[in-house]
C-alpha cells in the first residue's frame, strides 16, 4: 500500500510562489507514475501535472503551463509541485497520486490518492 502525504499549503498573494511536497510511503514508491489535481468549489478535479518514475516525461494542464513545476526526488519518496505566478484562479484544493502506469491526465488511472491541501491565491 502507498501512502500519500503533505506539507501545507497555505494562504499566499497573486504572484507569490509555493511549493507543495508530497511524501510516498510504502512498497516500491518509485515505480509509480505521479500527478497533482486540484479542485475548487463547485467544480470537478481537474489534471495540473504529472511526471513518470524515472522523472523524464512530464505534462502539464495549459492553465498552468510556463508557471508550474513538476519533479521529483526518489531517494527521499518526494514529490513537488513548484507554483510560480499565481492567479486567484490557482486557489483549490490539490491532491497528488500514484499510478502504477505511465504517467496520465486521466484521474481514474491514479490508484493511490492523498487527502488534500488547500491552496488559496488572494488578488
Known amino acids: 500500500q502507498v501512502q500519500l502525504v503533505y506539507s501545507w499549503g497555505g494562504l499566499v498573494q497573486a504572484g507569490d510562489s509555493l511549493r507543495l511536497s508530497c511524501v510516498l510511503s510504502g512498497r516500491t514508491t518509485r515505480r509509480y507514475a505521479m500527478g497533482w489535481f486540484r479542485q475548487s468549489p463547485g467544480k470537478e478535479r481537474e489534471f495540473v501535472a504529472t511526471i513518470s518514475s524515472s522523472g523524464d516525461i512530464v505534462n502539464y494542464a495549459e492553465s498552468v503551463k510556463g508557471r508550474f513545476t513538476i519533479s521529483r526526488d526518489n531517494a527521499k519518496n518526494t514529490v513537488y509541485l513548484q507554483m510560480n505566478h499565481l492567479e486567484p484562479e490557482d486557489t483549490a484544493v490539490y491532491y497528488c497520486?500514484?499510478?502504477?502506469?505511465?504517467?496520465?491526465?486521466?484521474?481514474?488511472?491514479?490508484?493511490?490518492w492523498g487527502q488534500g491541501t488547500h491552496v488559496t491565491v488572494s488578488s
Open positions: 497520486a500514484a499510478n502504477s502506469g505511465g504517467p496520465t491526465i486521466r484521474r481514474q488511472l491514479y490508484d493511490y
